[in-house]
């Protein structure tokens, strides 16, 4: 079992900047893939960034690459998101969710074992 606690959303203006973090406690941190959705009003949850156990492999959906980075921290049983050059239709409820995987990391929300209750992120233009 993995609990996943996020952190760090808010209210902020167009443009500006945001990290969201997620605290893992339970298994062993290392032994899962991770990975940030999220999901606005009346819309279904999507894909934003994942990572590989080890953080070695990286994706993003096409909506948030060159703008969003995805990073992990073994040590600290953590994992970030890093957004910056926030859009008004980035704001969403953020999940994070992990992965018991050892093979490719995936972008389907079905495919996670373990779910956050989610941070709202809210981008104002």
């Known amino acids: 079992q993995v609990q996943l606690v996020e952190s760090g959303g808010g209210l902020v203006q167009a443009g500006g900047s945001l990290r969201l973090s997620c605290a893992a406690s339970?298994?062993?941190?290392?032994?899962?893939?991770m990975a940030w959705f999220r999901q606005a009003p009346g819309k279904e949850r999507q894909f934003v960034a994942n990572?590989?156990?080890?953080?070695?492999?990286?994706a993003y959906a096409d909506s948030v690459k060159g703008r969003f980075t995805i990073s992990r921290d073994n040590a600290k049983n953590t994992v970030y998101l890093q957004m910056n050059s926030l859009k008004p239709e980035d704001t969403a409820v953020y999940f994070c969710a992990a992965d018991y995987n050892f093979g490719t990391v995936a972008t389907t929300p079905s495919s996670y074992d373990y779910w956050g209750q989610g941070t709202q992120v809210t981008v104002s233009s």
């Open positions: 990572i590989s156990r080890r953080g070695g492999s990286t």
């Open positions: 339970g298994r062993t941190f290392s032994s899962y893939a």
